[in-house]
């Protein structure tokens, strides 16, 4: 069964900084990789969606990378805001008897203060 | 446009009742996806629709859990003899098409409490 990992669990940073999110999953027989972000008590808004024979999509200040054969994907926030401010989740797509279902990461939390 | 609608928004209900989840695509779409989010769980698959085809079920928890959906657009999920680990967050999403190629789009969110 398909195991997603986020890393870290919970993150802090000032405004400005440029961090990154990890995200680890077990099986690298993925359709796709979708980067999610959740704030409390809405539901999902889709910040990027890579196909598993891309390496990497952008929009705005984020930059997503894919490393399917290492099981791995990055997301790269950069000049963080306050606004920013979120759960971000992961969640990569099955192949085969799995197809159409996505499977999720916990989240990182991240707070980015004034 | 008009996004994925869910309702009610929020539902608390007594163990051992029925509860009805309903949740509105978007006018369109042709894939129906729902999932559970437990307090300190990731979100977990339940159910899918695609089209006229046979829905994939593999995720429903229990024989108490089912689904359905009315004319390829609006679908409801019920719980049967609720229990107190049946609360969570029910989110329901939609695309495009089945094929993972297209973003799935997540309602609000239906908090179930089961008291």
């Known amino acids: 069964k398909q195991e997603v990992t986020q890393i870290p669990a919970a993150l802090s940073v000032p405004e400005g900084e440029n961090l990154v999110l990890n995200c680890s999953f077990t099986d690298s027989a993925i359709y796709n990789l979708q980067w999610f972000r959740q704030d409390p008590g809405k539901g999902l808004t889709s910040l990027l969606l890579i196909q598993s024979s891309q390496r990497e999509q952008t929009s705005g200040r984020l930059n997503a990378s894919l490393d399917k054969s290492s099981g791995r994907s990055t997301l790269y926030i950069a000049a963080s805001q306050p606004g920013d401010s979120a759960t971000y989740l992961c969640?990569?797509?099955?192949?085969?008897?799995?197809?159409?279902?996505?499977?999720f990461g916990r989240g990182t939390q991240l707070t980015v203060w004034p | 446009g008009a996004g994925v609608s869910q309702s009610p928004s929020n539902k608390v209900t007594e163990k051992g009742k029925d509860v009805e989840l309903r949740c509105d695509p978007i006018s369109g779409h042709t894939a129906l996806y729902w999932y559970r989010q437990s307090l300190g769980q990731g979100l977990e698959f339940l159910i899918y629709f695609q089209g006229n085809s046979a829905p994939d079920k593999s995720g429903l928890p229990s024989d108490r859990f089912s689904a359905e959906r009315t004319g390829g657009s609006v679908s409801t999920l019920t719980i049967q003899r609720t229990q107190q680990e049946d609360s969570a967050v029910y989110l329901c999403?939609?695309?495009?098409?089945?094929?993972?190629?297209?973003?799935?789009?997540f309602g609000p969110g239906t908090r179930l409490t089961v008291t």
């Open positions: 999403a939609s695309s495009l098409g089945g094929l993972p190629t297209y973003e799935q789009y």
């Open positions: 969640a990569v797509s099955g192949r085969g008897s799995t197809l159409g279902r996505l499977y």
